[in-house]
């Protein structure tokens, strides 16, 4: 290059001087940022001052400990302008109003694992300045890989203390009501107070469906995280209404339980739409079973005890699914239209509309309404039939339609399947008209579709008897066949049973009667034999069935049957055990059978160091029987869904 050309010295000049520019240019701005973190500092140790804390700002972060900290107890005002400076980003995404609107929010956390505690972190991280953690567990090993705050200096404390150090950590403002302690219906509204969200985190299902129940019914605003263990794939996570859920197991489950209770929407959740593998929960070793009743090993009987595989970022991402979506709504801008998996409200439409132009041909009269509407066809084609066809191999249909699966049965929840178009035509075809029949499913599909239809029924009667209330002490459906098997093996015709419920083991028992056999059932409860006549009805059983309401031992002392009952089997309050046992006796024909349920209760009843109303009633019955020369009796364990019992099997001599 010249540089004695004119030219090229002018080029050079204005390198020069643009080079000089922008070094003057960036210097000024580090020496902007050194001295705009220099009076950052200087606030912040104002404020701290203000709150007479001897710490520096500087070295806070590598003094403080988890236990020690002084600044986790500061509290009262701060100033604004650092409140400000620190929720910048989220100011200048919601602007002040609706800052405004979240900083008064109040939000409460039921269950801080996994879940809840990552969205209570990003909630306060984002401004939320009350919050409530609601939790009775502790930290254990197995949470570090998963919760958002827990460390391990942390194992052995309360999970809501140990988000509560954390919270209080980044945000000097934030007020946090700790508590140590299990949400339950009779007194929830004790803890959900004031709230504007509530976050359902819990992993018992009884307990969900309780809480959002309650929030439903006292117009609380709540969201739901369904399941993230067992997990793996990130991109199927999303956000929809409870009644929008697909694949989820536990969705699936709240979703059936709330129905059968009149919710059937408007409750938002994060859910994944990944479909389940392999991966169960993890079995107990077999050195807990040897140490006694495994049940002791949880907090309460009601929850869960073995390991459920949870992938570590999964529960933290359901966590800022959770908290982005109550921010947006707090701060009047709610996520628009969020997009679902599945868009099946014109399916169901169709299904339902379909349905009817087939039960106006099968009945020959004008229908303007069906007894199900389109949340049922959505619980008999999503839940209880998961989309598949009732005929095997079960393939998704492309062409999916209800039918009454009995005929000459009325159409109800339980008396409607799925099937393909052709499945569909050639049930229809071959059972007949209302007023000649021709033949009758069993006959047609086989017994294998019909266990299947069977078993899908009474799932849905168990789900509809824990939404009426009801216990869950019902047989298992293993042993109601065993029930049925049994009365099956003596050609039993009449049966008496002490315990209705729900009807469940009834419905088993009246299976295996003759067309001319009888069954006497006895229940207390006038509701709980409310919803027994209505399950017995449902499988076209009540001819066959009278349902008593009373005192079981005043019923039994008035039976003065003609001819003796063949089977008695007894699952009522086990404190009477010995005394329905007696009546047994006198009411049921020789070498009748007499059955008692419940008598070996995870092994408490051998065990003498054990007592409660229910064992000794057992006790009592055994020592009745022991020197009892007119029965042949002996015990059996049973291990199964229902835990470790078993029942007592008796033959009147």
């Avoid at 018992?204 to 794939?233: E, P, R, W």
């Avoid at 066809?377 to 095997?392: K, M, N, Q, T, Y």
Wanted: hydrophobic share 40%; aromatic share 6%.
């Amino acid at each position: 290059m010249n540089f004695h050309s004119h030219q090229n010295q002018l080029i050079a000049t204005a390198v020069g001087a643009s080079v000089a520019t922008a070094c003057l240019i960036s210097a000024y701005s580090a020496y902007s940022r050194r001295e705009r973190r220099k009076q950052l500092t200087e606030e912040i140790n104002r404020s701290l001052s203000a709150h007479k804390s001897s710490l520096d700002v500087n070295s806070y972060a590598s003094s403080a400990s988890p236990t020690t900290s002084q600044s986790d107890e500061i509290s009262g005002d701060y100033d604004e302008e650092l409140i400000r400076e620190q929720l910048a980003r989220n100011y200048a995404f919601f602007g002040d109003d609706g800052m405004a609107k979240i900083r008064r929010g109040k939000v409460v956390v039921v269950g801080c694992g996994g879940v809840g505690s990552w969205a209570a972190v990003m909630l306060v991280r984002s401004g939320i300045s009350k919050i409530r953690l609601v939790d009775f567990d502790y930290v254990t090993l197995s949470s570090l890989n998963r919760h958002a705050t827990a460390t391990l200096t942390d194992v052995g404390t309360p999970k809501v203390k140990c988000i509560e150090r954390t919270l209080k950590k980044i945000s000097r403002w934030v007020e946090v009501d700790a508590r140590v302690d299990i949400w339950r219906k009779d007194q929830g509204g004790n803890l959900l107070e004031g709230a504007d969200w509530v976050i359902d985190a819990i992993d018992n299902i009884t307990t969900k469906v309780d809480l959002l129940k309650y929030c439903h019914d006292h117009q609380i605003k709540v969201f739901s995280s369904m399941g993230a263990g067992a997990k793996c794939d990130p991109t199927r996570i999303q956000i929809s209404d409870i009644s929008s859920t697909v694949y989820d197991p536990l969705a699936r489950s709240v979703r059936r339980r709330l129905r059968l209770q009149g919710v059937s929407s408007g409750i938002p959740v994060v859910y994944s739409t990944e479909v389940p593998g392999d991966v169960k929960l993890l079995p107990l070793p077999e050195e807990e079973f040897q140490k006694g009743p495994v049940k002791e090993l949880g907090v309460f009987d009601d929850f869960r005890v073995r390991i459920l595989p949870v992938l570590g970022p999964l529960p933290s991402i359901f966590g800022l699914h959770v908290a982005t979506f109550i921010l947006c709504e707090l701060a009047g801008k709610p996520i628009a239209n969020p997009l679902p998996i599945k868009n099946r409200r014109k399916l169901y439409e169709r299904l339902l509309r379909d349905l009817l132009h087939r039960e106006i041909k099968l009945t020959g009269e004008t229908i303007n309404k069906l007894p199900i509407d389109e949340d049922d066809v959505s619980l008999i084609f999503e839940d209880v039939h998961r989309g598949r066809s009732v005929i095997p191999p079960h393939n998704v249909p492309s062409r999916p339609v209800l039918v009454r699966w009995d005929i000459v049965k009325p159409l109800t929840i339980d008396n409607c399947v799925v099937m393909e178009f052709a499945e569909a035509e050639k049930h229809y075809k071959e059972s007949g008209t209302l007023e000649e029949p021709l033949k009758r499913p069993k006959d047609l599909w086989g017994n294998e579709v019909k266990h299947v239809v069977d078993r899908r029924a009474q799932e849905l009667r168990r789900e509809r008897d824990v939404a009426n209330g009801l216990p869950e002490i019902a047989v298992s459906a293993a042993q109601g066949k065993l029930l049925k098997l049994l009365a099956e093996s003596i050609s039993a015709k009449r049966i008496l049973e002490v315990g209705t419920l729900g009807g469940y083991s009834t419905i088993w028992l009246a299976r295996a009667l003759p067309q001319d056999g009888k069954l006497i059932t006895l229940e207390l409860s006038e509701k709980h034999a409310e919803v027994a006549k209505d399950n017995i009805a449902s499988t076209g059983l009540s001819s066959k069935v009278e349902v008593i309401v009373g005192k079981a031992a005043d019923s039994l002392a008035r039976l003065h049957p003609e001819i003796p009952f063949d089977l008695v089997f007894i699952d009522a309050d086990k404190p009477s055990n010995a005394q329905y046992f007696i009546e047994a006796k006198r009411l049921v024909r020789k070498n009748g059978i007499i059955i008692v349920d419940n008598v070996v209760r995870e092994g408490r009843v051998a065990d003498l160091s054990y007592s409660d109303d229910n064992i000794e009633g057992v006790r009592r019955l055994l020592k009745t029987i022991e020197g009892d020369n007119e029965v042949d009796a002996t015990t059996t364990g049973t291990v199964g869904e229902k835990g470790y019992d078993g029942f007592l099997y008796a033959i009147r001599k």
